[in-house]
């Protein structure tokens, strides 16, 4: 069996495994394991505690199966972040976006704004994973108190 197929039918594997084991595929709940999940993949990254490969794939795990169980595939979300990594290969910084405080070699090339482009020195991925745990923690919070339609 090849790698892609291997790929495109692990998803599908992974939802079935769900609905055995009584998993529930609402996204409410499929988001708080999204948001544990990663959680302990960034403790293990920290060297808390933890395997890093074991917690990056379980976050993976629980990924795939909130797009296989809402009816996105996996090889449309990986044609997905292929283009968007070529794309953000070749384009200009764009506002806001977090960067090291080394220069990049983008910013060697001239821009539009008037004053250099420069972002705090945070890791790109503590940040992308506290972003996503707070949005978490907002819808867990709004369907705890009923405020939006199942």
Known sequence: MSKET?????????????????WSLHWSARGAYLHLESSELIEALRGKRGDPKSEAADVLLVLMSITE????SWSDVVAKATATCARLETCYPYPGEERQE?????????HTRSTPFRMPAQ????????????????????????????
């Open 123 to 150: 890791n790109t991925v503590w940040t992308l994973v506290t972003a996503f745990q707070t949005m978490l923690l907002c819808w867990e919070i709004a369907v705890a108190l009923d405020l939006l339609p199942y």
């Open 6 to 22: 291997d790929d495109q039918s692990l998803a599908p594997r992974i939802l079935a495994m769900c609905k055995r084991r009584g």
């Open 69 to 72: 169980a809402n009816g996105i």
């Open 102 to 110: 080394h220069e990049c070699a983008m910013s060697q090339t001239p």
